[in-house]
């Protein structure tokens, strides 16, 4: 089966926020007590993210 991806072309700041919003939804998930694998699996993708300079 063949996965479908998607390409996002990023300054720095919007990766930035990107990463201070998903850091921010983890923490607040955590503190109402749900899991919250699915938003570290999605920082670890964005962290490893092949990285392209224009």
């Known amino acids: 089966m063949k996965k479908n991806r998607l390409r996002f072309y990023l300054t720095e700041a919007e990766l930035?926020?990107?990463?201070?919003?998903?850091?921010?939804l983890k923490n607040e998930l955590h503190r109402e007590g749900k899991y919250?694998?699915?938003?570290?699996?999605?920082?670890?993708?964005?962290?490893?993210?092949?990285?392209?300079?224009?």
């Open 16 to 24: 930035s926020t990107i990463l201070y919003s998903l850091v921010e």
């Open 36 to 54: 919250t694998d699915h938003i570290d699996d999605v920082i670890l993708k964005v962290f490893t993210a092949p990285v392209r300079r224009f």
